[in-house]
C-alpha cells in the first residue's frame, strides 16, 4: 500500500507485547475499479478527493470509479484505498536520440492520460565520459503543458551494462518510467528547444498509449496468486468496507465479482457495500426482485435506493450508485458515535447536494429492512422510528446477531484489533512467555471496552472470556508452528457468546468463528471448559 506522496514506500509501526492493543479504524473503504490514470494493481491510501485527482486523474465518464470516491469524501470520509484496475491497457512510450539510434522509456502506469517528458544533460559529467548522461522526467497535466505533477531527477545514469548507475537498472525504481528495447550503445543527446538552445528542453512522450477495454466481472475479482483485482488488496494491512462501482452507467457488478468479493471480505474481516441494481426504480421494484435474490450473506450490506448527485463533467444531475456516499455516511456517524454505540438517530441521512432517486414510504421502508436492505434518506423525519441498520444476512444466513450491521462491525472491529495487535507472537524472543502476555494484552484490551461502554446490562466477568492454553501454545517464540487463543464476547441473547479462534504463524494471521461447545474447547484447553460451562450456567440463571 501506498500514499501519493510516499513513493513506494511503506512505514508501520510494529506492535509488542508490552503494548496495549491498538483500535483499528472502523471505516477505512476500498474501491476497486477502473480509473483514468494511475498505478495498475496497487492500492493507493488517500485521504481526500484532490489526492485521487492527483493520482488518478478525476472524474472520468467511462468509469464510475471516480464518482464513487468523491461522494465518500463529500459525505463524510476519512480514509479511501483506491485499486486501479485495467483490461488490456497500454501505456505510452518516450523515445530519446542517441547518435544513430535510439533509447525507449516506457510510462509505468497506463493510459492516454499519463502526460510524461524528459529531459537530457551532461551537467557535471567529465569531458571524457561518454557513458553518462542525466536524467529528468516530469508528469504534466495536458500534452506539451508545463504544469509538473510529478518529477524524478535521475543523475550520473549509463549506459555501460555493468556499471551501478546502468540506466535499465536505475529506473527499475522509478514510479514514473522504465527502460525497454534494445540495449543502448550510445548515451542520450542532450535536449534542446527548437533554438537549439539547452535550457528546459524537454521531449514528450508518444501518443501511443490505450485506456484499454471497459471492465468486466473478471477484471474486477482478479487473480489471487497475482494480486491483482480486488486481491490486490492483499498488500494492504486492513480495509472494513468494500466498494466495487458498476461497471457503467448502466452495467452493474455481476453476481460473480459479488460472490467473490463477499467471500474476500469474509476472510479479511470486512463487509461488502452492494449496490442496489439499476432496475430497482422503485420499492415495489425492489422487494419485487428481492423474491428471487439469492444473495444473502453477512459480510455485506445494502442500501436503497441510488442516489442523485450533481455531475461536475456533464453539467446536471444523474442517478448514481450509492455504495461511495453509504461508506462516506457511516465514516461521518463513526466520527460522532463509537461502533459499539449506534447513533441516537438511526436514519441514514445523506449530506446536503445528495438526495434519493425516490422516496420510500414508511410500510415500504419496514419490508425492505425484513429483506435486509436499508433505506437512504435526503432529510432526517423527528416521527419516524428509526430502522436497526442491517446486514444482508436473511433468514438462515448466518447467527440471528450478524443480521444487525451494528452487532457485525463490533465483532470485525474487536476480532481484528485483537488479531493485529497480537501479531508480535511471531517474532517474540525465546524467554518470554507468550501465551501469558497475550492474554493479559488482550484482557486489557476488553477492559477498556466495557469501561467505555461495548457490552451494556453485563458484569465484566460475563462480557468476555480469553482463553490462551499453554498447554497449545508453547513458551516463547512461534517459530515455525501455529500459535492460537479463543476470545468470546456477549451476544445479545444470554448465555450466549460470539467466539472466536485466533491463531498466528510465519506463514501469516486467521481469525475463525469457533462454536462454543464441550467438544472443540474441550480439545483446545481442557482446563478452561468447566470455568466456560459454570459462566454458562451463571447466565441462564433468572
Not at 7 to 30: C, F, H, M, N, Y
Not at 34 to 44: A, C, D, S
Not at 503 to 528: D, I, M, T, W, Y
Request: hydrophobic share 40%; net charge negative; proline share 6%.
Amino acid at each position: 500500500m501506498v500514499t501519493p506522496s510516499s513513493l513506494g514506500l511503506k512505514v508501520q509501526e510494529e506492535s509488542r507485547p508490552d503494548q496495549s492493543i491498538t483500535r483499528l479504524g472502523t471505516a477505512r473503504t476500498a474501491f476497486v475499479g477502473r480509473t483514468l490514470r494511475g498505478p495498475v494493481n496497487k492500492p493507493v491510501l488517500l485521504k481526500n478527493f484532490a489526492e485521487f485527482q492527483h493520482t488518478f486523474g478525476g472524474l472520468w465518464q467511462p468509469s464510475t470509479l471516480g464518482y464513487a470516491v468523491e461522494q465518500f469524501f463529500d459525505n463524510g470520509g476519512r480514509e479511501a484505498l483506491v485499486v486501479r484496475v485495467v483490461n488490456g491497457a497500454r501505456s505510452s512510450t518516450l523515445t530519446l536520440h542517441a547518435g544513430g539510434g535510439k533509447i525507449t522509456l516506457r510510462a509505468v502506469s497506463p493510459g492516454t492520460r499519463e502526460f510524461l517528458r524528459a529531459s537530457v544533460d551532461y551537467d557535471g559529467i567529465p569531458p571524457d565520459d561518454a557513458l553518462r548522461f542525466n536524467l529528468t522526467v516530469q508528469r504534466v497535466r495536458i500534452l506539451g503543458g508545463s504544469h509538473v505533477e510529478d518529477q524524478e531527477i535521475f543523475p550520473q545514469l549509463s549506459v555501460a551494462p555493468g556499471s551501478d548507475r546502468y540506466i535499465e537498472t536505475v529506473l527499475a525504481r522509478s514510479e514514473l518510467i522504465r527502460f525497454v528495447g534494445e540495449l543502448p550503445t550510445e548515451r542520450p543527446e542532450r535536449t534542446l528547444d527548437a533554438t537549439g538552445r539547452r535550457a528546459a528542453a524537454y521531449v514528450n512522450c508518444n501518443t501511443d498509449g490505450d485506456d484499454g477495454a471497459p471492465l468486466s466481472d473478471y477484471d474486477l475479482i482478479g487473480s489471487e496468486i497475482d494480486q491483482t483485482g480486488l486481491f490486490a488488496l492483499r498488500s494492504v494491512d486492513y480495509f472494513n468496507f468494500l466498494c466495487i462501482p458498476p461497471l457503467s452507467q448502466e452495467e452493474d457488478v455481476g453476481p460473480s465479482a459479488l460472490l467473490v468479493a463477499a467471500r474476500y471480505c469474509k476472510e479479511r474481516g470486512a463487509l461488502l457495500i452492494v449496490d442496489p441494481p439499476s432496475a430497482w426504480h422503485t420499492a415495489d421494484d425492489a422487494l419485487r426482485a428481492m423474491r428471487d435474490w439469492e444473495f444473502s450473506t453477512e459480510d455485506a450490506l445494502m442500501y436503497f435506493p441510488r442516489i442523485l448527485a450533481h455531475d461536475k463533467l456533464r453539467g446536471h444531475f444523474e442517478s448514481f450508485a450509492p455504495c461511495g456516499a453509504v461508506a462516506g455516511m457511516l465514516a461521518r456517524t463513526d466520527e460522532s458515535f463509537p461502533v459499539w454505540g449506534p447513533a441516537k438517530l438511526e436514519d441514514a441521512v445523506l449530506r446536503p447536494g445528495y438526495r434519493p432517486t425516490c422516496l420510500v414510504a414508511e410500510d415500504r421502508r419496514a419490508q425492505l429492512a425484513m429483506r435486509g436492505v436499508n433505506t437512504l434518506q435526503a432529510v432526517r423525519s423527528v416521527g419516524r422510528i428509526g430502522a436497526k441498520p442491517r446486514t444482508l444476512a436473511r433468514g438462515a444466513a448466518g447467527a440471528q446477531d450478524w443480521q444487525s450491521l451494528a452487532a457485525r462491525r463490533l465483532a470485525l472491529f474487536i476480532v481484528n484489533s485483537i488479531e493485529h495487535g497480537t501479531r508480535w507472537v511471531c517474532s517474540a524472543e525465546p524467554q518470554l512467555d507468550v501465551a501469558e502476555a497475550v492474554s493479559t494484552q488482550t484482557r486489557a484490551f476488553f477492559e477498556q471496552l466495557y469501561e467505555a461502554g461495548a457490552f451494556p446490562g453485563r458484569r465484566i466477568e460475563e462480557a468476555f472470556f480469553v482463553i490462551c492454553d499453554r498447554r497449545g501454545n508453547s513458551p516463547g517464540t512461534a517459530g515455525g508452528n501455529e500459535f492460537q487463543f479463543l476470545v468470546g464476547f456477549a451476544a445479545t441473547r444470554p448465555a450466549e457468546f460470539h467466539s472466536f479462534r485466533i491463531s498466528h504463524s510465519p506463514s501469516g494471521s486467521k481469525v475463525q468463528a469457533a462454536n462454543l461447545n464441550r467438544g472443540n474447547l474441550a480439545e483446545f484447553c481442557p482446563e478452561e471448559l468447566k470455568w466456560v460451562e459454570n459462566l454458562a450456567s451463571q447466565l441462564e440463571r433468572p
